[in-house]
């Protein structure tokens, strides 16, 4: 969930303020929006009892070229 200081973005239009600062990826190069054969993993996780974290699920997905 996106809060209101820089460091709690919650989304990639967010973290990259809408493109207007590019992340820099693990190569070097950077993305401001995602493209055509990036892959994503998103994982989550929620608070649980005396402050452990309980996992939920992860999914991965890879952006196809529009048809």
Do not use: K, Q, Y
Not at 13 to 27: G, K, V
Not at 54 to 59: L, Q
Request: proline share 7%.
């Amino acid at each position: 969930i996106s809060g209101p200081t820089r460091e709690s973005r919650g989304s990639l239009l967010e973290l990259t303020w809408n493109a207007t600062e590019p992340l820099t990826l693990d190569d070097g190069s950077t993305r401001g929006f995602l493209e055509d054969g990036d892959t994503v993993t998103m994982t989550a996780w929620a608070p649980g009892p005396d402050g452990a974290r309980i996992g939920i699920a992860e999914v991965t997905g890879t952006i196809l070229p529009a048809r």
